[in-house]
């Protein structure tokens, strides 16, 4: 337990980073259970179970709107599966088993990495193991309360996530060998109390599932390899492949998208996979005669349909109904090489064997974990870090809302005289950010809303969607204004092969009345000032403050130069629309002060003695310099040299 603790809360408001969008909708729905809904089953984002998003809910309520509010609940859940699946161990193969399937169950990643992102399928393994645990005793006790307790819990996995739905089958199999191999035959009078309690608690989610069948069905039939879509035309070799792929996950190749498992890591690490394989083996000889292994056996060959039958094998969430009773053959092995060493050397050695053994397999599970997946930078891509950034920056910015520390979300207040206004496609199709960012007379979506435009005065953050026509939602930004432009985050999707920027944020401040220009140019435009700066990386940064007096018809490439004292050698260059070119020149309104940023990277290090930055103005199709105007209106240089 104290493995599992540690292992699942440590650092979970951070690792992994982001929040992805199943995870955002959940909380969404979660949101809607606080404003009152009570639906059996959530329809949004191809359909969810409610138990996952129940707790969620409750968890919100608490923590506020942050990722760690969503996780938390997969964290408790995870840890909660330890003790689970230790009871349900020994109650089918004794103290030793159960107690080296929970190491094992606390210890391995792809239960880990469940334990630490917010989807429903981190439910199953442990309401599974509970039901089945109670299923056990009732079979061996032949008490009918055990068997009521077992319907119970079993009824509440199918509110978990979907594979629950093959473990009918499987159950229906187990019986099927008891009649026709354990000569104690089953429990009728046992086996109808569990179904007549499975079948009460059951009841609400299947009688919406038949009246709403499309709903409650659509996500099989999308991922089915039946789908032709998905098979591509040869169903049979498709499934002969997702067998091969399905059997591979215990000791050759995991799940490989990189929010499911590590990628590519199998379930079990070399060593622990061994005496996994040395476990099925003593299941399939023992499975004749004693219905615990037999069960084994059965309960994973079934359990493996889900992603067999689906695309993307092994898909780690399809495939979680094997877990916990997939984790118990390796503990089997376990149990067994402790008896073989225990008979030929001594106890106390046999148990150092087995405890290293678990120490490799703990060990392994933190550094391929915590070490080599949580600090890969495209991890955060896989989470959509870049839309957790977008949702920071608007809380921090208006001053209320998860500020992107810890696992609760602070009322706060908004800060006065602030409004934040976002392109529609960052809002309407960016389920985090919703998530994320409260609702308030403060946020200004483009397209959804009709409040009136910002005032001068008033501080403004505009985030737009940075392929579209960005001037119309200039208008945004308050007149006589300070403006400034930045990119934001990157964001990669599974089947891009290179990130891309997902945001562009122009800020607003009421701009301070300014001294003197610095430097004229003609066509209106002047230089209100600028200062320089050197960076740790050796980079030289320059900030322009720029103004036109008048409206600018022509788009003016700005230059800055960095070049040696007698102007012959240029160092370093900079030359590009301004701001980064999100706001050239015939967009800007006479009275708004732009800044302008550069950054020049040097060949040698910068020294005010012996540098000089030459700054400009030019057309770029015709090449003709905009002129320094003397303090009579002349016309002089094609550049000006700052000072």
Request: hydrophobic share 50%; with cysteine.
């Given at each position: ?21 199943d995870?955002a ?16 089953f959530?329809?949004?984002?191809n359909?969810r179970?409610?138990?996952?998003i129940?707790?969620v809910?409750?968890s ?11 996780r938390i ?13 230790y ?5 089918m ?11 094992l169950?606390?210890?391995l990643?792809?239960p ?10 981190v439910?199953?393994?442990?309401f ?23 319907g119970?819990?079993?009824?509440l996995t ?9 473990t ?9 060998y008891?009649?026709i ?15 007549l309690a499975?079948?009460?608690?059951l009841?609400p989610l ?6 709403h ?18 098979n591509g ?11 091969v ?13 990189p ?12 060593l622990?996979a061994?005496?996994?394989?040395v476990?099925?083996?003593i299941?399939a ?5 004693q ?14 349909l ?15 109904g ?10 089997v092995?376990?149990?067994?090489g ?14 150092g064997?087995?405890?290293a ?8 599970t933190?550094w ?5 997946h949580?600090?890969n ?6 989470f ?9 920056e ?7 809302g ?14 006065p005289?602030?409004?934040a206004?976002?392109a529609?496609r ?7 950010v ?15 809303d009709?409040?009136?435009r910002?005032?001068p ?6 985030a737009?969607w940075?392929?579209?026509?960005l001037r119309p ?5 308050p007149?006589?204004?300070l403006?400034t ?5 990157l964001?990669?999707g599974?089947?891009e092969?290179?990130p891309?920027?997902l ?16 430097v004229?140019?003609a ?9 320089v ?8 940064r320059v ?10 018809a022509?788009?003016y490439?700005v ?13 370093a260059?900079?030359?590009g629309?301004?701001?980064?070119g ?8 006479p009275?708004d002060?732009?800044?302008d ?6 060949s ?16 770029l199709?015709?090449?003709?310099h905009?002129p ?12 000006a040299?700052?000072?």
């Open positions: 337990m104290v493995v599992a603790l540690v292992l699942r809360f440590y650092a979970i408001g951070h690792i992994p980073p982001g929040l992805y969008h995870e909708f959940n909380g969404l729905d979660a949101l809607r259970v606080l404003g009152g809904a009570r639906p059996i959530f329809t949004a984002n359909g179970e409610p138990l996952f129940y707790l809910a409750l919100v309520s608490l923590l506020g709107r942050s990722p760690g509010a969503i609940v997969a964290a408790v859940l995870g840890t909660l599966t330890v003790p689970a699946t009871l349900l161990a020994r109650a193969f004794g103290r030793r088993v159960g107690a080296l399937s929970a190491v169950i606390a210890g990643v792809w880990l990495n469940l334990s630490r992102i917010g989807l429903r399928a439910a199953l393994p442990l599974l193991a509970l039901a089945l645990w109670q299923f056990w005793r009732g079979l061996k006790t032949g008490k009918r309360w055990h068997y009521v307790a077992s119970i819990l079993y009824g199918f509110y978990t996530y979907t594979a629950a739905r093959f009918v089958l499987a159950l229906a199999l187990f019986v099927l008891q009649l191999f354990d000569k104690t035959r089953p429990h009728w009078s046992g086996l109808l109390y569990l179904a499975t079948g009460l608690i009841a299947l009688v919406y599932g038949v009246l069948w499309h709903e409650f069905m659509q996500r099989a039939g999308q991922v089915s390899i039946f789908n032709p879509a998905i035309g040869d169903p049979w070799g498709t499934l002969g492949r997702h067998l792929r399905a059997l591979g996950l215990f000791f050759w190749r995991g799940d490989f998208i929010r499911h498992n590590v990628p590519w890591r199998p379930l079990f690490d070399p622990t061994a005496f996994f394989v476990g099925l083996g299941c000889d023992r499975g004749r005669r219905p615990a292994y037999a069960f084994t056996l059965i309960w994973i060959a079934t359990l493996l889900p992603t067999i039958l689906a695309e993307d094998a092994p898909h780690f969430l399809r495939a979680v094997i877990l916990p009773v997939t984790i118990i053959p390796a503990a092995g376990l149990e067994a402790w008896q073989w060493l225990a008979k030929r050397t001594r106890p106390g050695l046999a148990s064997v087995i405890v053994v678990l120490a490799v397999t703990v060990g392994s933190i391929d974990y915590f070490g080599r949580a600090r930078p495209a991890l955060g891509y896989a959509e870090a870049g839309e957790v950034q977008l949702a920071v608007i809380n921090r910015f208006l001053g209320m998860w500020d992107g520390r810890g696992l609760t979300a602070t009322a706060g207040e908004l800060l005289g602030r409004r206004v976002l529609n960052l809002w309407d199709q960016r389920p985090t919703r998530f994320l960012v409260p609702d308030s007379d403060a946020l200004t979506i483009l397209g959804e009709t409040r009136p910002p005032v005065g008033e501080t403004v953050f505009l737009l940075p392929y579209e026509d939602y200039v208008e945004w930004l007149a006589g204004s403006i432009v930045r990119e934001g985050a964001e990669q599974d089947l092969t290179t891309h920027l945001y562009v944020v122009f800020t607003a401040t009421p701009a301070e009345a300014s001294a003197a220009p610095e004229r140019f066509e209106g435009l002047t230089l209100l000032g600028h200062d700066e050197v960076e740790a990386d050796g980079t030289l900030r322009l403050r720029w103004q036109a007096t008048v409206a600018i022509t788009d490439t230059f800055v130069h960095l070049v040696d004292m007698d102007g012959e050698r240029v160092l260059q900079s030359d629309y301004p701001a980064g999100y706001y050239p020149t015939s967009w800007w309104r009275g002060v732009i800044l940023e550069h950054r020049l990277t040097l040698e290090p910068y020294d005010p003695a012996r540098h000089r930055l030459r700054v400009g103005w030019y057309e199709q015709t090449m003709y905009l320094v105007l003397d303090e009579n209106g002349q016309p002089g240089d094609e550049y040299i700052l000072e």
